[in-house]
């Protein structure tokens, strides 16, 4: 008698989709699902995931824009298991990635630069996929179509896999220029022109 054995593979599908202020439980617990190691890279603290109030803002219109990778399929099935920041402010701002200050349109400097800053955080199991760069590839879309002409980013100079997602996207995935970097201690911050639609 042979005896006949099945093997059932969940089909998993990531889902990319604008988040709102409903998204935020699944968004505070993406939040918990990070190692400290990667909340220390998104937020460039070791003080871990940010208070429920902030993340709350963050998801709120005046702050700017998110994006969220859902899974669909599989045994995590409805977890955001990445989030995009599209954040209003940028250098201009008020230094705090532009969370705290209300605003409904790009913020212009002097000489017509529009800034926005660009954020990502991927829980440590779907990280190395592409989820990252898909999000921030959306993001760069975002910004042109909302007018802005510049994103921004910091990034810890230790932070490896933020710095591959940057340059693939310099590299033709949706930025329009060269970036410039400027360097405070373990701080990098790079501003680069945004790719307009065509």
Known sequence: MMLD???QVAAVEIVYRAAGESDLARLVELHRRCSPETL??????????????????????????????????GTDDGAAVAVAHLLTGGTHGDGNGGVDSPRSGPDVAP???????????????????????????????LAAVAGYTHVQAHVLAGNQPALRTIRRLVGGGGLGGAPVWAYDGPMLTMTVPVARPA
């Open 5 to 7: 054995i099945e093997r």
């Open 40 to 73: 220390a890279r998104r937020y460039a603290s070791a003080a871990g995931a940010p208070p429920r109030a902030r993340i709350a803002h963050m998801l709120t219109p005046e702050a700017g824009h998110t994006l969220l990778a859902v899974v669909s399929g």
């Open 111 to 141: 000489g017509g630069t529009a800034v926005a800053e660009a954020a990502l955080l991927v829980a440590d199991a779907w990280q190395r996929r592409g989820i990252g760069a898909v999000l921030a590839r959306r993001l760069a879309v």
